[in-house]
């Protein structure tokens, strides 16, 4: 794992060059995305450069990591609601090619989000966030490593966490669909963001904790061999890189 330390909105370039160069190498990629506030600056890069003619989504293939159950498309909680917003919307990408897991008839996408992962080619570049309890996608503490897809009853803190988005803690949905860490490290490639005091402590766990521990699900990344983790000063504080 290769640890970067750099200001936020560096991490926001870079990580947006990231993409576009990968995209202009392969422009049919296949992308995972996340949603949360890390990633937003990334996506703002985004959509400046395609705006500025710099690069072109249209046959870029997109899958996004997670979804809350019961929200529907237009609920402007909702992860897909969230990526059109700030991403889908103001770029050149097929809506035929964007992909995010069904929090509504979850049952059928149970069946057949990872087989469509599969069959576009595996995905060249993840993106991810991380949980101040570890988690990656909605992959909470004690998940198996070996899960593909799957119904998540989210954890208090991470409800806790998530709140600040909803007026009400009573209305962020305790249940979520998730791609598995499983799905998640068979992508070619993986860039992990993380920013604040509050994933201090996630990000200390993964690198001075020797351990490889289902407890804190983001170590799994130490088993993947091409991994990349960005953090701002406040989240890389004290840590020790391996
Ligand atoms: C969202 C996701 C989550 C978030 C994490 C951090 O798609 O997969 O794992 O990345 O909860 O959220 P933020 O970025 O809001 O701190």
């Known amino acids: 794992m290769e640890l ?3 200001e936020s909105n ?3 370039e870079e990580v947006a060059n ?3 160069t990968l995209i202009k190498g392969k422009p049919n990629c296949v992308l995972g995305l996340a949603t949360g506030s890390t990633p937003l600056g990334v996506y ?3 959509v400046k450069k395609y705006e500025n003619k710099e690069v072109s989504f249209k046959n870029v ?5 997670d979804e809350y159950v019961g929200l529907k498309h237009d609920n402007d909680q909702s992860y897909f609601y969230f990526m059109h917003h700030n991403l889908f919307d103001h770029i050149d990408i097929d809506p035929n090619n964007v992909h995010v897991p069904d929090g509504i008839n979850y049952e059928n996408c149970l069946k057949t989000y990872d087989n469509e992962i599969k069959k576009a080619g595996g995905i060249d570049l993840q993106i991810l966030g991380i949980g ?14 070996d899960s593909f897809i799957h119904l998540v009853n989210l954890k208090e803190s991470t409800i806790k ?12 949905p305790t249940r979520a669909i998730t791609m598995g860490l499983r799905s998640i490290m068979q992508a070619k490639r993986i860039i992990l963001i993380a920013k604040g005091k509050n994933k201090n402590r996630a990000i200390k766990a ?8 289902e407890a804190l699900p983001v170590s799994v990344l130490k088993l993947h061999p091409n991994v990349e983790i960005y953090c701002d000063k406040d989240a890389a504080e004290g840590v020790i890189d391996e």
């Open 18 to 20: 990231e993409i576009v």
């Open 132 to 145: 101040s309890n570890g988690h990656i996608a909605f992959n909470e503490p004690g998940t198996d490593f």
């Open 4 to 6: 970067k330390v750099l």
């Open 44 to 46: 703002a890069n985004l």
């Open 161 to 172: 966490d998530n709140s600040r988005f909803f007026s009400s803690i009573e209305e962020v």
């Open 61 to 65: 293939r997109s899958f996004n990591l």
């Open 206 to 213: 993964l690198f001075d904790e020797q351990g490889i521990d």
């Open 10 to 12: 560096k991490i926001d």
